[in-house]
């Protein structure tokens, strides 16, 4: 069956301006993590999705930050006012939700902050 | 906190090396352990997983076991392949209470180079 989406795959920004980025889970997976991957900080969760709701957003590094999920499918990560330390690989994956349950992730939003 | 210790990389064998990459670990709970993989140009893929303690999961060759009493999950592979050249990431997901969810938690990655 088809895997995590993410789109785009590449975005390229200027300092202060907005950009959201999209995850389409794997069907059937209630959980949904967003996770940062960036040379000097490695692998960090940044929110968890179980449904539509986020009990977890304690890896948002600021409040220029936030996210959202729809129908228990579709998430977008939005950040405001982008800097250039937001530059960095961004990562969707989904789980049937269970910490014992592997999470399978998509390819990747390549966000560049000039 | 939970975290995830990894051995230092990048770590260069010629084809046919055995291999170890070691991780440890601490968590609050009782965590789930895994080891994903990161191929040039790919996403992370997961290589293979171990639920409990004395579990081994085992993928491709690979294996790793679960060793509570020494909090490691170390990565092992008796030869390696050229294409099994990546990075590789320990993580786990902790569950106290039986039924969180898995926000996973990832070492700092190996870089792993095997020459022909």
């Known amino acids: 069956g088809a895997g995590v989406s993410q789109s785009p795959s590449n975005k390229v920004t200027e300092k202060g301006k907005d950009v959201e980025l999209r995850c389409d889970p794997i069907?059937?997976?209630?959980?949904l993590y967003w996770y940062r991957q960036s040379l000097g900080q490695g692998l960090e969760f940044l929110i968890y999705?179980?449904?539509?709701?986020?009990?977890?957003k304690s890896g948002l590094p600021s409040d220029r930050f936030s996210a959202e999920r729809t129908g228990g499918s579709v998430s977008t990560l939005t950040i405001q006012r982008t800097q250039q330390e937001d530059s960095a690989v961004y990562l969707c994956?989904?789980?049937?939700?269970?910490?014992?349950?592997?999470?399978?992730f998509g390819p990747g939003t390549r966000l560049t902050v000039l | 906190g939970d975290s995830v210790t990894q051995m230092e990389g990048p770590v260069t064998l010629s084809e046919e090396a055995f291999l170890t990459i070691n991780c440890t670990y601490t968590?609050?709970?009782?965590?789930?352990l895994f080891w994903y993989v990161q191929y040039p140009g790919e996403g992370l893929q997961l290589l293979l997983k171990?639920?409990?303690?004395?579990d081994k999961g085992s993928n491709k060759g690979f294996e790793a076991t679960y060793r509570k009493e020494t909090t490691s999950f170390h990565l092992e592979k008796g030869s390696v392949q050229v294409s099994d050249s990546a990075v590789y990431f320990c993580?786990?997901?902790?569950?106290?209470?039986?039924?969180?969810?898995?926000?996973?938690?990832f070492g700092q990655g190996t870089i792993l180079t095997v020459h022909p």
């Open positions: 171990a639920t409990k303690a004395d």
């Open positions: 999705f179980q449904g539509n709701s986020a009990p977890d």
């Open positions: 968590a609050t709970g009782y965590p789930s």
């Open positions: 069907s059937g997976h209630t959980a």
């Open positions: 994956a989904s789980s049937p939700g269970l910490a014992i349950d592997p999470q399978y």
């Open positions: 993580a786990l997901s902790d569950s106290s209470g039986g039924t969180s969810y898995g926000k996973l938690t």
